[in-house]
């Protein structure tokens, strides 16, 4: 193993960071970029705790998330910055934000589970389309008849949202805070045109407030298609006791 000295350790973790689109842990840095180095897991987490230190004012920040460290821009910088992407994100209904909010909040869940909770039926585009982003994934499966699919999010949910774990999510009862998460989420999915985003942040705020309270959320065909654009098919009715047996045999 080659002996490096701290400022050329501090420039190859930081090389490390820039060059990859995705967090690094410590891990990670120690296994690879620093593979043929004698260099242990504290003293890079201390680079790192440095680095965090001389970015702390800077436009560019370092960042731990879930799945290590990251460069990202300061978010206050956002809309200055947005000329500059070219790439413009996919549409989605709020249906979509909906069951992002109940998935985060109830997980692990079923596709009944959400449906039941919603009121409404789950075109299996919404489930694709989160599955697709990596925000939420198949952890199990629930022991019951037909053994349907359990959704959890995932590390790559957390990285977007700048938490490290579940804990760190906003509170239910911390509306503001959820507010402000669900914007980004929305922000993030460039969601539907001319949407009165607080009366839908509000709403899907509720829908998991209501199950936690034991209410039952039922929603009419003008509230499900009411903001409702062709990224999701329209949504029917779901049964009250529909759950997880009527929808096993989708998995």
């Known amino acids: 193993m080659k002996p490096i000295n701290p400022i050329q350790l501090k ?19 120690k296994e690879t970029v620093l593979a043929d180095f004698s260099v242990s897991r504290t003293r890079i987490q201390e680079t790192l705790d440095e ?33 500059l ?21 109830r997980q692990p869940v079923t596709r009944g589970d959400i449906e039941y909770i919603r009121g409404v039926a789950i075109s299996s585009q919404i489930i694709k389309s989160l599955v697709d982003r990596q925000w939420i ?6 022991e019951v008849p037909g053994k349907p699919a359990l959704y959890a999010t995932t590390s790559a949910f957390l ?25 980004k989420a929305q922000l993030a ?7 009165d985003e607080t009366v839908d942040l509000n709403e899907a705020v509720d829908l998991v407030q209501m199950e936690d309270l034991g209410e039952k959320h039922v929603a009419t065909d003008s509230h499900t298609d009411k903001h409702h654009d062709n ?13 997880d047996a009527d929808n096993a045999t989708q998995y």
Do not use: C
């Open 11 to 29: 420039q190859l973790i930081e090389a490390s960071l820039f060059v990859l689109a995705k967090p690094l842990s410590v891990k990670a840095i």
């Open 51 to 83: 680095l965090q230190q001389d970015y702390q004012e800077r436009g560019v920040q370092l960042v731990k998330v879930a799945s290590g460290y990251r460069f990202q821009t300061q978010e206050i910088l956002s809309p200055y910055l947005q000329p």
């Open 85 to 105: 992407w070219q790439e413009k994100a996919p549409k989605y209904s709020r249906a979509t934000l909906e069951t992002l909010a109940v998935i985060a909040y």
């Open 137 to 142: 994934k198949v952890v199990g499966h629930k």
């Open 159 to 183: 990285d977007y949202f700048n938490v490290t774990k579940l804990a760190d999510l906003p509170a239910l009862t911390d509306v503001d805070s959820l507010h402000a998460l669900f914007k």
């Open 189 to 195: 999915m460039d969601d539907i045109v001319e949407l």
């Open 231 to 243: 990224s999701d098919t329209v949504e029917a009715q779901a049964e009250p006791n529909s759950r």
